[in-house]
């Protein structure tokens, strides 16, 4: 079987355009969730906006004059950063895009954008051939849209797709923006919380929506990588259309086959980039997946509390992210976490810290009981 290798990545959130600068705000412990009031909903909320100016100007220096959409600008931006790392080109026949997202385009229904933009913008197709179109890739890119874990799964399926001979590199990108849909639907759910997120933190009343885009980009070549995907897993704990199993065994499922397929054993795992929304069920529920695993002493962060919560883009962005702490040796802080609320007591990082690093473990979890794990680690 092949081996397949991660050649590079690129995030950008509200932290930053840069691994760089996500890293240096990330070991501070920092947040860009902020108080936000718009005509979404009726009361304020705690979210995670990417600066839209910004975004524009940094967008510009691209030169296109064609009209992209926000979170097109957004994808575009991440995957040319990414590829400009690598000797990787989407114009290859034997390279694939895979783009992961939950709702895509959707604000391109809102009543300010209908003049910007046609209707059919909103289609997730659409999206993927725009993308595509603005790299000539030779391919028609591949959507992935499975709830919250469709970040970790798009490098699942692309690992896979490598692993079979189907294609030597595969770029993929994940994608999400903060819209009155998102916001309207999480919100008649009660799932915010009053103030920034806390995950696994005894005071956690809620999440924070996030916006990003998120690019890693895969190859049977280690290139000059020194990190290879050594195994994944997707399981369905089939509980409820919104709520996770509350015992945790889909989730259990994916870590232990994705730990089987990787030929690991908990005391090989140096550390777990996990889902961490901060809500009652979801943090409760992977507390209790991680103790079955065998991985509670395992040091556990999640970037939620420090980016929010960017639904189709988590897993990509974050997987990125967790190869950077891989490369670096670091381990980044849970910000928001003062004090342990769940019933399985986890590691949950709480400072930034050096570690000897080899294995990492990256978790998702999703409605529709989605779960997902994949492990990446340095080869050799």
Same mark, same amino acid.
């Given at each position: ?29 920092? #947040? &860009?969730?902020?108080?936000?009031? =718009?005509? %979404? ?8 906006? /990417?600066?839209?100016?910004? =975004? ?22 991440? /995957? ?44 997730l197709s659409v999206l993927a051939s725009t993308?595509?179109? %603005? ?13 919250? *874990?469709? &970040? ?9 797709? *490598? ?16 819209? !009155? ?12 919380? =009053? ?6 933190? !005894? ?28 195994? &994944? ?45 901060? #809500? ?24 939620? &509390? ?28 849970? #910000? ?12 949950? /990082? ?12 990256? #978790?998702?979890?999703?409605?529709g009981g989605c779960n997902a794990a994949v ?6």
């Amino acid at each position: 079987m092949k081996d397949v290798y991660v050649v590079s990545g690129q995030v950008i959130t509200s932290l930053g355009f840069t691994i760089d600068e996500h890293f240096q705000k990330l070991e501070q412990g920092a #947040t &860009g969730i902020t108080r936000n009031q =718009t005509a %979404y909903v009726p009361d304020p909320f705690f979210a995670s906006f /990417i600066n839209s100016t910004v =975004t524009d100007i940094n967008f510009s220096l691209s030169g296109t004059r064609e009209n992209y959409t926000r979170l097109e600008m957004l994808m575009i931006m991440s /995957i040319s950063s990414a590829l400009k790392e690598s000797d990787v080109s989407l114009k290859d026949a034997d390279t694939l895009l895979i783009i992961s997202t939950t709702k895509g385009n959707i604000d391109v229904l809102e009543k300010q954008n209908r003049e910007a933009f046609t209707s059919d913008r909103a289609y997730l197709s659409v999206l993927a051939s725009t993308i595509g179109r %603005y790299f000539d890739s030779f391919h028609k890119p591949v959507v992935v849209c499975n709830a919250c *874990i469709s &970040g970790v799964l798009g490098i699942i399926h692309g690992s896979r797709l *490598i692993r079979e001979g189907k294609y030597k590199n595969v770029v993929v990108c994940g994608g999400d923006i903060i819209s !009155a849909f998102t916001v309207s639907g999480f919100w008649s759910f009660k799932a915010f919380g =009053t103030g920034p997120c806390k995950p696994y933190d !005894a005071g956690r009343d809620g999440l924070s929506l996030g916006e990003g885009a998120g690019t890693m980009v895969l190859s049977a070549e280690p290139h000059s990588s020194v990190i290879k995907v050594a195994g &994944g897993s997707v399981s369905n704990d089939a509980n409820h259309i919104s709520g996770p199993s509350r015992t945790g065994d889909g989730l259990l499922a994916a870590i232990v086959k994705s730990m089987n397929e990787s030929s690991l054993k908990p005391e090989d795992m140096g550390y777990i980039s996990a889902h961490g929304t901060a #809500t009652m069920y979801n943090d409760e529920m992977e507390s209790l997946a991680i103790h079955d695993a065998g991985l509670t002493a395992v040091p556990v962060n999640s970037f939620k &509390g420090a980016i929010g919560h960017t639904l189709g883009a988590a897993g990509v962005i974050e997987s990125v992210l967790a190869v950077e702490s891989l490369k670096r040796n670091r381990l980044l802080p849970s #910000t928001g976490f003062e004090t342990g609320g769940v019933t399985r007591p986890i590691n949950v /990082i709480k400072t930034a810290a050096p570690a000897k690093l080899v294995h990492v473990l990256k #978790t998702a979890s999703g409605f529709g009981g989605c779960n997902a794990a994949v492990i990446f680690s340095k080869n050799g």
